[in-house]
């Protein structure tokens, strides 16, 4: 009976260390994140904003349509996997040209962010954040 207790608390740990080792693994790849800003305001009226220190949308209608290009570049020694992430009230807004990518030493890429606001938004200004995650590139 007790040998039966053992078996399963072992089966029990097995899949939770695996989990642990798993991601302690993958937050070892992460080189670096940089955060870009990305803002909007929605209102009656168009506008734009020519800010440059985050990724202004400028002002757009309920319903409306936007997109910015923004360039990820990799001034490391080594190839690195990027990943881009949306986080913030117009995740579910916005889409991105490329999640996923390779950068070699020395390269760039472009990405667009392409925002659309839903016809029910809410009348104010929003920030949401982009995160550029570089990773060690496996061998």
Do not use: C
Not at 58 to 65: C, N, V
Not at 104 to 122: F, K, S
Request: net charge neutral; hydrophobic share 40%; no cysteine.
């Amino acid at each position: 009976m007790k040998s039966a207790y053992v078996i399963l608390i072992a089966i029990a740990l097995v899949p939770l260390i695996a989990s642990i080792t798993y991601l302690g693994y993958q937050r070892s790849l992460i080189v670096e994140v940089k955060e870009i800003e990305m803002a909007l305001e929605v209102s009656t009226i168009y506008g734009f904003n020519v800010n440059s220190s985050r990724l202004n949308l400028g002002t757009l209608p309920q319903g409306g349509h936007a997109y910015r290009d923004f360039t990820v570049v990799n001034n490391g020694e080594s190839t690195q996997n990027i990943e881009l992430a949306v986080s913030g009230p117009m995740k579910d807004w916005t889409t991105l040209s490329y999640e996923r990518f390779v950068l070699g030493p020395g390269m760039n890429q472009t990405v667009q962010a392409n925002v659309h606001v839903p016809g029910n938004a809410e009348m104010k200004e929003y920030l949401s954040t982009i995160y550029v995650i570089y990773k060690k590139a496996h061998r």
